[in-house]
């Protein structure tokens, strides 16, 4: 049992640092906790080989491990209690087993988003309340406020690192019991604070790739799961022009990897990714990136969830972003009896995917949002949900 009243999840890097640092500065008792959510890749790739799943036995790979260290040496920086907790089997079953079967349908799934509202913001939060905390705080670029009763999720002060959209799956009870220390400030003021207080993560690069995965040579990582199913590349007028070695290696839009050489008849310009069938394991491409099949104005989702509790209006105006870092796209969003949402946009947009999270604006408040289920580009309509 902790005496900490504010556990921080320490992933090793300088924003959860800083997060920890800027919490002790208010005199709040804290705590950190490194989460380990990834077995190495050799134990990894046994345990599915022989239908086990990460973390039947323990063997942490060197980037984990380094991870780990430096969270340690955060705490001991700081005169903190340091905890450490190994979350595979949870992140095995809660993350990753969705992402290798959104793969094999061919869809291109978001993981830090299942993560966050898995690992993060549910089993991270679970183990702090058993420690004896009364909330979590974590390194996002976003901030949490409260207005006319309820909590609200807002956008990062700084706008090239803001994280609202992998977070747009949280709801009131996480929000309440959430932290995020640095999410007023610029990168660049972090990366100062760190530095000023001697922070051993102060010029540590920021990781990047699958959450907690890392990076690594995708099609390599995902052959171990979903093996190379050789096919046909075609054009959008059925002509083959080469060869794939699996649809679910490629996505929407994708130009690298296609390895499609001078076509006989063919003007010398890239070709994209523009549909893919899998149950005849056939990759559609098309050349030139505005090409008209990668383009729509509609999209369809799953059932959505929102922030609040419950939509705006059953049917309401909003910006919308179908990709990090997009720029806000004005919509308009209507909702079904299930819940599911259809988005109209006033623009045309370019490889919207099935799969990735359509997330709802209003202003500097995220609504939520929804997984992706079809759109309206030409050859995506049959995949239009009933």
């Known amino acids: 049992m902790s005496s ?3 556990i921080v999840g320490l992933s090793g890097g300088v924003d959860s640092s ?3 640092l800027l919490l002790q500065r208010q005199g709040e008792s804290i705590a950190g906790l490194f989460m380990q959510n990834w077995d190495d890749d050799a134990q990894g790739s046994a345990n599915v080989a022989e239908g086990r799943k990460p973390g039947a036995t323990q063997t942490s790979n060197c980037r984990a491990e380094d991870d780990r260290r430096d969270a340690l040496g955060i705490a001991g920086r700081l005169g903190i209690p340091f905890h450490s907790r190994n979350f595979a089997r949870e992140y095995w079953a809660g993350v990753f087993e969705h992402f290798i079967a959104e793969y094999r349908a061919g869809r291109t799934p978001n993981p830090d988003v299942l993560c966050n509202r898995e690992i993060k913001f549910k089993t991270f939060l679970d183990e ?3 420690l004896g905390a009364e909330a979590i705080a974590t390194g996002h670029y976003a901030q949490v406020a409260r207005r006319d009763g309820r909590w609200q999720l807002l956008r990062g002060a700084d706008e090239g690192k803001d994280q609202s959209y992998f977070l747009h799956q949280l709801g009131q009870e996480q929000l309440a019991r959430t932290r ?3 999410g007023h400030l610029p990168k660049a003021e972090v990366r100062r604070l ?5 922070l051993p993560t102060a010029a540590k690069k920021d990781s990047t790739g699958i959450c907690f995965i890392g990076e690594r040579d995708f099609r390599d990582f995902l052959g ?3 093996p190379a199913q050789p096919g046909e590349i075609r054009s959008v007028d059925g002509a083959v022009v080469g060869q794939h070695a699996g649809v679910w290696y490629y996505t929407l839009g994708q130009r690298e990897g296609l390895q499609i050489g001078g076509v006989r008849g063919r003007a010398a310009a890239p070709w994209f990714v523009v549909g893919k069938d899998v149950a005849r394991n056939i990759l559609h491409v098309d050349q030139g990136g505005d090409s008209p099949y990668l383009m729509s104005r509609r999209l369809w989702t799953e059932t959505a969830h929102w922030v609040a509790g419950a939509p705006p209006a059953a049917e309401f105006g909003c910006t919308a972003k179908t990709r990090y870092r997009q720029p806000d796209q004005a919509c308009d ?4 009896a299930q819940g599911r949402l259809s988005v109209a946009f006033a623009s045309p947009q370019r490889a919207v995917t099935p799969g990735q999270s359509l997330v709802l ?3 500097d408040e995220c609504l939520g949002g929804a997984v992706i289920a079809a759109t309206d580009a030409p050859l995506e309509m049959n995949s239009r949900p009933a």
Do not use: M, S
């Open 194 to 198: 760190a530095a000023e207080a001697k």
């Open 128 to 130: 702090a309340r058993a």
């Open 333 to 336: 969003v209507a909702l079904d």
């Open 4 to 6: 900490a009243r504010v």
């Open 361 to 363: 604006y209003r202003g």
């Open 224 to 226: 171990r799961y979903l």
């Open 180 to 182: 995020f220390p640095i």
């Open 18 to 20: 800083v997060a920890a």
